[in-house]
């Protein structure tokens, strides 16, 4: 059985940085043709795709947070991690952790999702 | 960036009637491996996304036979017959074609 789950920090002050942890069961970052991918959502909005990260340790990051962003993960503990650079307002969102099947491509299992306000 | 224009952004459907939605890619997302890199996702109320079809047309795992998908190139519908309760929520198109990836603004489907 697949499962995800986001933790970290809730809430947080322009500038700072969020730091998120996506724990995973039922399948290894060691897998080939497995990833981990980060989305947000703000709140009643739509969803917007962040960066991911592969077995072979390939990565893709969204340009309009490349300065910002870095994705890392722990493969011997299962979990992948997000960390996002001096935030403001408009990071505050719910943010989710998915896996991604890469044949076919898909992000196949997604976690409950984390919300994340920033707020002075 | 690949921009993905749903329409409509909200339909209200009879149960047991059927519905369709639209997506609309700025760009062609057949790549040159042949696949359509396409999906469809639903999020119902306060739930996390979950895949209904990927490669336009393929059937996720343990989804309803009444979803379907269809188009090619930069047009994609995905239909659903005999609405049902359950299938209240946002749809999303997405496009895996090219990185960033990017997600249609959302097509809310309630009940008449």
């Known amino acids: 059985q697949v499962t995800l789950k986001e933790s970290g920090t809730g809430i947080l002050q322009p500038s700072q940085a969020l730091s998120l942890t996506c724990s995973f069961s039922?399948?290894?970052?060691?897998?080939?043709?497995?990833?981990v991918t980060w989305i947000r959502q703000p709140s009643g909005k739509g969803l917007e795709w962040l960066a991911d990260?592969?077995?072979?340790?390939?990565?893709g990051c969204n340009p309009s947070l490349k300065n910002r962003l870095s994705i890392s993960k722990d493969t011997s503990n299962n979990q992948a991690f997000l960390k996002i650079t001096s935030v403001d307002t408009a990071d505050t969102a719910t943010y989710y952790c998915a896996r991604v099947s890469i044949t076919p491509y898909y992000f196949d299992y997604w976690g409950q999702g984390v919300m994340v306000t920033v707020s002075s | 960036d690949i921009m993905m224009t749903q329409s409509p952004l909200s339909v209200a459907v009879t149960p047991g009637e059927s519905a369709s939605i639209s997506c609309r890619s700025s760009k062609s997302l057949l790549h040159s491996d042949g696949i359509t890199y396409l999906s469809w996702y639903l999020q119902r109320p306060e739930k996390s996304p979950q895949l209904l079809i990927y490669?336009?047309?393929n059937l996720a795992s343990g989804v309803s036979g009444r979803f379907s998908g269809s188009g090619s190139g930069t047009d994609f519908t995905l239909k659903i017959s005999r609405v049902e309760t359950e299938d209240v929520g946002i749809y999303y198109c997405?496009?895996?074609?090219?990185?960033?990836?990017?997600f249609g603004a959302g097509t809310k489907l309630e009940l008449k």
């Open positions: 990260i592969c077995w072979d340790d390939g990565k």
């Open positions: 039922g399948f290894s970052l060691s897998t080939t043709g497995i990833c």
């Open positions: 490669q336009i047309s």
């Open positions: 997405v496009q895996f074609l090219e990185v960033p990836y990017t």
